[in-house]
């Protein structure tokens, strides 16, 4: 794995604008920036990685289903007793996932390690569907990069084949915050896949969800049922909402299912530890108010629970915190998770998005940021298999 | 991974983005729909900055309330 320096593209902002990839700079700062790319080998790729996310999403799927089993790691994950029977119903339907993102560290030595998982409302898929893959080919075009150069890529058409299995022919709403720019252009990049796969698409904000009284159920802003259901919204703020005392009634099918409200949570990270103790893709990771949080020593990561975009994360190093996050999450409780230094290429620190649809691995992007953190001001680079 | 792969868009573009876009900012500790607010012993928490899911509680069918645009509940959050 190597960090390459490499020229831009002289149209690339415009190239991005017209496909409506419009947030590749905000506040003046370089979101996209392909000033530089990332290069992997092949076996980097297919072993380091690829198998790696395999066997990751196999422990927590084995872990989703000892947890509905097992009263005692739902409250550990703070999950409210009232919706335990829709994770267990979906779990049981197997009402099926679209996508995932595992964060990993990875510099291309060593096996990579789980950060975290992003189960649930993933977003930067679009830059790491299309517009990385309309890089690499361009980048080949132009000369920036040698004509043998690939990219380990194929989330877009197996988005469009997950779509095709999950309901081909039926109706789809697509909920999501729409005021914002980086959720409007996930959910119009999925609604896009899921129309190309047969189903016929409706984008509504998440707000304006309404409710049948009579014969009960969610509807449009048409007000047509609502059957089957893509949110970009966490279930654990569901839960929450006003609707959320509705959701055991109605018949809707919701993608992502209620069972990954179990994987997006970071109390899954001591969790895995505790099952599968010693993988070489695991860290060590406790509950905080686990003694043996102590064995960690003085150096560690602290995550809330319940947490986005690097919010309240704290680095502990040697007793001292060398890295924090400000931010409103923490009430549910803490994990402690091993320190995984991150890959330090030259003062920057990538982390690796390992994409999963339909539970298989198939696709990477890379987040760089100037400090351990990756937060929400982090960058997003190519990369290439050369 | 496969150099003859095509990737094409069929919706999206400048048009169907653009109809919903609103101004973007990235930073957003709590998420799209919170921000973050200091309270009163100067620890941040967040603050709904968009009704939620059944945020418009309006929209409650049936029974002779059917119907859009009548407000007066709901964006608590």
Redesign the interface.
């Known amino acids: 794995m190597q960090r390459i320096a490499c020229p831009e593209r002289d149209d690339w902002q415009a190239t991005a604008?017209?496909?409506?990839f419009?947030?590749h700079t905000?506040?003046g700062e370089r979101?996209w920036d392909e000033r530089a790319y990332y290069a992997f080998t092949l076996q980097e790729?297919e072993v380091d990685i690829e198998d790696a996310t395999a066997e990751i999403e196999a422990m927590c799927l084995d872990l989703v289903e000892c947890a509905l089993d097992d009263e005692a790691m739902l409250r550990r994950l703070k999950i409210p007793e009232p919706f335990w029977p829709l994770l267990g119903e979906s779990w049981e339907r197997d009402d099926r996932s679209l996508y995932g993102r595992l964060d990993l560290s990875f510099g291309g030595q060593g096996p990579a390690k789980l950060l975290e998982y992003n189960a649930d409302t993933p977003t930067s898929i679009f830059e790491a569907?299309?517009f990385q893959?309309?890089w690499l080919e361009q980048a080949i075009e132009r000369g920036i990069l040698p004509p043998r150069a690939?990219?380990?890529?194929?989330i877009?058409?197996r988005l469009i084949e997950r779509w095709t299995e999950i309901g081909c022919g039926r109706q789809l709403h697509l909920a999501?915050?729409?005021?914002?720019?980086?959720?409007?252009?996930t959910?119009?990049?999925l609604?896009?896949t899921a129309?190309?796969a047969g189903l016929a698409t409706t984008?509504i904000d998440?707000?304006?969800?309404?409710?049948?009284?009579?014969?009960g159920g969610f509807?449009d802003?048409d007000?047509q049922d609502m059957a089957l259901v893509f949110k970009l919204?966490?279930w654990e703020?569901?839960f929450h909402?006003?609707?959320?005392a509705?959701l055991a009634e109605a018949r809707t099918r919701w993608i992502e299912p209620p069972w990954k409200a179990i994987l997006s949570n970071k109390g899954i990270l001591p969790l895995l530890w505790e099952m599968f103790e010693g993988h070489p893709n695991l860290l060590p990771a406790f509950f905080e108010d686990d003694p043996k949080a102590a064995t960690l020593g003085p150096s560690f990561v602290r995550k809330p629970l319940f947490s986005?975009?690097g919010?309240?994360v704290s680095l502990v190093s040697g007793g001292i915190a060398v890295a924090a996050?400000?931010?409103?999450?923490g009430v549910e409780g803490f994990i402690r998770q091993a320190l995984a230094s991150l890959p330090d290429f030259g003062g920057v620190y990538p982390v690796i998005g390992s994409w999963l649809v339909a539970h298989q691995p198939c696709g990477l992007s890379i987040r760089e940021d100037a400090t351990p953190i990756t937060g929400?001001?982090s960058r997003f680079l190519p990369h290439a298999?050369l | 991974?496969?150099?003859s792969?095509r990737?094409?868009?069929?919706?999206?573009?400048?048009a169907?983005?653009?109809a919903?876009?609103?101004?973007?900012?990235?930073?957003?500790?709590?998420?799209?729909?919170l921000e973050?607010v200091p309270g009163p012993d100067d620890?941040?928490?967040?603050r709904a900055i968009?009704?939620?899911?059944?945020?418009?509680?309006h929209?409650?069918?049936?029974?002779g309330?059917?119907g859009?645009g009548h407000g007066g509940h709901?964006h608590?959050?």
């Open positions: 604008e017209q496909c409506g419009d947030f905000v506040d979101y790729i569907a299309v893959w309309t690939d990219q380990y890529n194929s877009h058409e999501g915050i729409t005021g914002d720019d980086e959720d409007a252009v959910l119009a990049y609604a896009d129309a190309q984008v998440i707000e304006d969800i309404g409710w049948r009284e009579d014969g509807v802003l007000d919204y966490p703020w569901m909402d006003v609707f959320g509705r986005r975009e919010a309240n996050e400000g931010g409103p999450y929400n001001t298999i | 991974m496969k150099r792969r990737v094409v868009l069929t919706m999206m573009g400048t169907a983005v653009g919903v876009s609103m101004g973007f900012s990235r930073t957003r500790p709590c998420g799209p729909g973050a620890t941040l928490y967040c968009h009704g939620g899911f059944g945020g418009a509680m929209r409650v069918h049936g029974h309330h059917g859009h709901g608590g959050g």
